[in-house]
């Protein structure tokens, strides 16, 4: 093993591989550090593998029935470790443990890395995949890029079509710019153009009257002066959601059978 002594800012070089190490900061006993790499280089901190091993756990259906149920529940049990990891990091927040708070949102980013990576790997039997387009095109906007394209997959799943935005602007250019889609997806805690912001644009514009906004959020609806109902947030679906649940609510609210998955 390889002993070096660094101060922060200082930085480490793997130029065969194309990995800069850098020193951003030192603090109560905890070392934070910087890393850039190629995409195709993944990068786990050593504990994550014992974590993927757990994952790897999930026994192998023996049907396609059995595999949507295997997958199924994979999915919800992620799903519900991410929610006790919300919880606690609410909890670190409030009692300002910052050390612990980012220690805490690396993991949950993590699991969702890991859970968009079982999700797309081949194994995924047949009865899991794309359902056939159903016609109807969402507009997805969210910033967390991890909840994006975990969703996005979701949608695309249920058979629609799914353009994405990481913000309100973005989104808006999105709506300028392309076919109308028939319903947007919306998180309200937006960067550049925030969702209540987004809400009055798109309806004071009359070329989008009837267009479905819903909201997929953390924030409760008494935060904003908006209009529930076709005049501002047709619908609000609370984080932390189950994907599999806003595909059903999104069936209902458009009247449209939609696969869920």
């Known amino acids: 093993m390889l002993v070096l002594s ?35 280089v993944k990068i786990l901190r050593a504990e994550v593998q014992e974590r993927q091993a757990e994952w790897e756990q999930t026994p192998e259906p023996c049907s396609a029935s059995a595999a949507s149920g295997s997958i199924s529940g994979l999915v ?4 519900d470790v991410a929610r006790i990891g919300l919880a606690e990091a609410h909890a670190q927040l409030a009692a300002g443990n910052s050390i612990d708070l980012r220690v805490t949102l690396e993991k949950l980013d993590e699991d969702l ?5 079982r999700l797309a790997r081949g194994e995924r039997p047949e009865a899991l995949r794309q359902a056939e387009p159903c016609g109807l095109k969402a507009l997805l906007v969210e910033d967390n890029a991890n909840e994006r394209q975990l969703l996005a997959t979701f949608l695309r799943n249920a058979g629609l079509e799914v353009a994405t935005a990481g913000n309100g602007c973005d989104a808006l250019d999105i709506l300028h710019n392309r076919e109308r889609p028939d319903v947007v997806l919306l998180d309200m805690g937006l960067p550049r ?5 987004m809400v009055r644009a798109v309806r004071q514009d009359p070329a989008y009257a ?52």
């Open 76 to 79: 919800r049990k992620r799903l």
């Open 6 to 40: 660094r101060r922060v800012h200082e930085k480490v070089l793997f130029p065969t591989l194309g990995v800069t190490v850098q020193v951003v900061s030192v603090k109560g006993g905890v070392v934070r550090l910087g890393i850039e790499a190629p995409p195709d």
């Open 210 to 261: 009837g267009l479905k906004i819903f909201a997929v959020t953390g924030h409760d609806p008494q935060e904003y002066d908006l209009a529930q109902g076709p005049a501002g947030v047709d619908r609000w679906f609370q984080k932390p959601i189950d994907p599999a649940d806003l595909v059903l609510g999104m069936a209902q609210e458009l009247n449209q059978d939609l696969c869920c998955r």
């Open 113 to 117: 890395l890991m859970l968009q990576e």
């Open 193 to 197: 153009c925030d969702g209540a912001t």
